[in-house]
């Protein structure tokens, strides 16, 4: 059975626990970080029972489950849905998309989603996040059936994007990693190895101000979990607690424009031109969030024994 776990604030000081039925049985230690809790405090976590529950879990202030000393790693144009609507051919994408998000762009699930000033094409994207079970150093062939070996478990992550700095400019670090663009939580769900193979079973779903925008399995991955470990690990290394966010489906409020608008782009404009236009149509799209709006994202297998929570974060203005 799913263990989930909890990083709170209570009496001042961030603590860690296990939640029964909206009541949270505190962990005996102190953890700095989510590398902490993996490597000292798994065992007792698995250990807990509804009997230790003394905390409400809605009396108290959910934390991001990740800290921020560690790795954010990110995949992009990783969902079939997600590339078509990007205007390409999900049999094409050739190769794993690789980049890194900031550590202190970390939020929790509640927090407010600040949009800097300059930015005016916000966006959302519903991630299934992973996190390291234990370091993974050097070139390692990690298996299907081997997830539970590496990774102790799952979290939801919203990564939100600047798309106007992140496309004109072409930087997917600077466009995503300001600071709450990166709401993560608000349970950190611990897996068997059983539940480990019920990954493409987990639904995402987000929606804006109660509309329904983005609603897919994540089975609808290209490259799946355990293909990023094995080329995550050429790269260079991992550890406990560090978070791949595995990419998002279709959805989000940045669409490609027709074949036609694309071909016009591609010959006949120059690039300065070409963004220009792009944030001016942008501008007009409804679907980009704006200060006010409230964002949730939930993922869960349809049986819900599955739950990773829910996240509601409100778009505010810097």
């Keep these: 059975m799913a263990t989930t776990v909890v990083r709170y604030q209570h009496e ?3 603590a860690w626990g296990v939640v029964h039925e909206r009541r949270i049985a505190p962990l005996s230690r102190h953890y700095a970080s989510t590398a902490d809790f ?21 009396r108290v202030a959910l934390l991001s489950p990740i800290t921020g000393d560690r790795q954010f790693l990110c995949q992009g144009t990783n969902y079939a849905s997600h590339v078509r609507e990007s205007g390409m051919d ?27 000033a300059h930015v005016r094409l916000l966006d959302y994207e519903i991630e299934l996040g992973l996190v390291m079970r234990r ?4 070139a390692t062939t990690v298996g299907n059936g081997e997830l539970h070996h590496w990774l102790a478990g799952v979290t939801i992550v919203n990564d939100i994007s600047a798309r106007d700095v992140q496309l004109p400019q072409g930087q997917f670090y600077k466009g995503k990693s300001y600071r709450t ?15 480990w193979l019920r990954w493409p079973e987990l639904r995402m779903r987000l929606a804006v101000n109660g509309q329904l925008r983005q609603d897919s399995y994540c ?6 979990p355990y293909q990023t470990l094995t080329e995550l690990s050429a790269l260079h290394d991992l ?15 940045a669409r490609a424009p027709g074949k036609l608008a694309l071909w016009a782009m591609k010959h006949l404009l120059s690039d300065a031109t070409k963004w220009s236009l792009f944030i001016q149509k942008g501008l007009d799209n409804p679907a980009y969030l704006r200060p006010g709006d409230v964002i949730t994202a939930a993922i869960r297998s349809d049986d819900g024994r599955l739950d990773l929570g829910e996240q509601r974060n409100r778009v505010v203005a810097a």
Aim: glycine content about 10%.
């Design 90 to 116: 999900p049999t094409r994408i050739g190769f794993n998309t690789l980049f890194t998000k900031a550590p202190s762009s970390l939020a929790s699930a509640h927090d407010d989603v600040v949009r800097p």
């Design 239 to 253: 550890d406990a607690g560090d978070l791949i966010a595995t990419g998002t489906p279709a959805g989000c409020a």
């Design 181 to 195: 663009f990166g709401p993560a939580g608000p349970y950190l769900l611990l897996l068997s190895a059983e539940e």
């Design 12 to 14: 001042g000081k961030p």
């Design 38 to 58: 993996i490597n000292e405090g798994i065992d007792e976590a698995h250990a807990s029972t509804p009997a230790q529950a003394l905390l409400a879990l809605d």
């Design 219 to 224: 089975g609808d991955m290209i490259y799946k």
């Design 135 to 138: 370091s993974l150093r050097g």
